[in-house]
């Protein structure tokens, strides 16, 4: 019948005890055997459970300080033996009976891996050997037990066994058994990502391993099935809490994902609007509804339908800007998602209150730290250190090559518009224009935001956006200009420093340039591509 097995004998064996005796007692109520190790026992015990010492059923020595418990042949034999007359014959000579289940889960070794004060020795004794072990044993021979890794499963193994008079189908144990085994690898991973991989940013091997977090509708578009994955072991997006309106969509995810780092090492209040992963406009100001306007102000047009970025809280006054005021005149758009690491109350009860309680109200208040950045291309994974945009430019390796030097209030707004472009699309442009007060840069905002696949494109499509406005502004490139077009058009365009990485064989060319037309320019001397 499918396979049934009749569970007869368990051995228990859980560091997680959440949820453990209701079903322990479970078990009980279909006849099974419990045989449970040290701390799992007592805490059945205590629990009034009716269970049994593993190490005093099957005469199992503790050794080496209680680093041994189930690292014994008769146990593993127990779990990996066959039901056929000859495995089953040396289980009787040995003294021991057929183990039909292993309810197991192991040492939080990612959570010593998180703590701050984390040593080797720490580390090391965090190891589970003898879980692991079972686990795989068991899941070896998923012909005959069931392994029960997760304590998620134990409500479905119960049904399982109230479908089946006690037993287990094979269909059923297989599907635990691959479950186990991802286990493992995931917690193989850990170690191997906890303990290091030698010197260098980058491993020699690179171990991911990722829990579904939920499905998605669809992909990006309805054609394709879709799926949001949790990188095990550390702080994602997944973490962060949705506070109101519509369900996330795997587009959501990209745009929230693509829109969280625009506003990371800022220290004012700053806002960017975002479109498809597209900066649309980023400001800085005293007030984050003050942020808001001057962001929105760059490209209203491009605002509709995206994504509201903050790095401070949300409060009320911003609330009221932010999103379609349905019913006024006025300049709002239709938003689809704000991110902030905190809402005021009366906040969330504006946004939840617009466009029919459809935005998705995202709050972020914990910064992701999977170390690398992945692109996985045609089955390769290529793989950086992912960019810390906490760490700025060094102004002191800025160099001003041209006759006209910028004066001190456009060094503050080149090294802003910097920051900005480093976040952009290659080829990325920023026009941005700012104000000074008392020697230091209040607000700050973008004319125009671009890239393109040419540089002097990128460059048009920005002072498009800007018009009359990029009349005194500043530009950033994130790459060198490698002709002089893209200067004699920002000059045309009355901008009047420009900031850029150099090393084009025509940097002179540019230079001259820029001479020609009285134009500041500021050479970092690094690139700031992303692609």
Not at 34 to 49: E, P, S
Not at 119 to 134: A, Y
Not at 378 to 394: I, N, P, W
Request: charged share 25%; hydrophobic share 40%; proline share 5%.
């Amino acid at each position: 019948m499918d396979g049934v097995v009749k569970v007869r004998t368990a051995v228990v064996s859980v560091s997680d005890k959440s949820g453990l005796s209701s079903f322990a007692e479970g078990l009980s109520g279909f006849g099974v055997e419990i045989l449970a190790t040290g701390g799992t026992y007592t805490a059945l015990k205590d629990q009034g459970v009716a269970v049994k010492s593993l190490q005093d059923d099957m005469g199992l020595p503790t050794a080496v300080s209680g680093r041994v418990k189930t690292l014994h042949a008769p146990l593993h034999a127990a779990i990996l033996a066959k039901r056929t007359p000859e495995n089953l014959a040396e289980l009787r000579e040995m003294g021991v009976k057929p183990v039909d289940m292993v309810v197991c889960n192991f040492y939080s070794f990612r959570e010593a891996m998180m703590k701050q004060d984390s040593t080797d020795d720490l580390l090391v004794e965090s190891i589970d050997i003898g879980g692991p072990t079972m686990v795989r044993a068991g899941s070896k021979n998923f012909e005959s037990v069931a392994v029960v890794s997760d304590p998620s499963m134990y409500g479905p193994v119960l049904e399982e066994m109230k479908s089946h008079a006690g037993g287990t189908s094979l269909q059923f144990r297989r599907r635990l058994g691959v479950e186990a085994f991802a286990l493992t690898s995931a917690y193989d991973a850990a170690i191997f990502n906890g303990l290091g991989h030698g010197p260098g940013p980058l491993p020699e091997r690179l171990l991911v391993s990722a829990t579904k977090f939920k499905d998605a509708k669809y992909g990006e578009n309805p054609d394709r099935a879709a799926v949001i994955y949790s990188i095990d072991g550390w702080r994602t997006m997944s973490q962060w809490k949705q506070l109101g309106g519509d369900t996330l969509s795997f587009n959501n995810f990209l745009d929230i994902g693509s829109a969280y780092d625009i506003v990371e090492g800022v220290d004012s209040p700053a806002v960017a609007t975002v479109k498809h992963g597209n900066i649309s406009g980023f400001a800085f100001a005293p007030t984050v509804a003050e942020a808001y306007s001057l962001a929105h102000a760059c490209d209203p047009q491009a605002d509709f339908g995206g994504t509201v970025v903050a790095n401070r809280a949300v409060d009320v006054e911003a609330a009221l800007l932010i999103g379609k005021n349905e019913g006024a005149r006025d300049l709002s758009v239709y938003t689809e998602i704000v991110i902030s690491p905190d809402f005021t109350p009366e906040a969330i009860s504006v946004l939840e209150n617009k466009q029919k309680k459809k935005i998705r109200v995202i709050k972020a208040d914990s910064r992701p730290d999977f170390p690398y950045d992945l692109k996985v291309v045609q089955g390769a994974v290529l793989a950086q250190e992912a960019v810390d945009y906490r760490t700025k430019l060094d102004p002191k390796v800025v160099t001003y090559p041209t006759k006209s030097k910028p004066d001190g209030d456009q060094v503050q707004k080149l090294l802003a518009a910097w920051e900005v472009v480093r976040k952009v699309h290659s080829n990325g442009i920023v026009v941005a224009q700012g104000e000074v007060e008392g020697g230091r840069l209040v607000r700050f905002w973008t004319l125009g935001v671009a890239s393109f696949r040419k540089r002097n494109g990128a460059v048009k499509i920005a002072l498009d956006n800007a018009g009359p406005r990029a009349k005194g502004a500043v530009c950033a490139s994130d790459g060198f200009f490698p002709f002089r077009d893209s200067l004699e058009l920002l000059a045309a365009a009355g901008v009047s420093a420009v900031i850029q990485p150099g090393g084009s064989a025509n940097d002179q060319d540019s230079v001259d340039a820029a001479d020609e037309h009285g134009m500041a320019m500021a050479i970092t001397h690094t690139r700031a591509f992303r692609h």
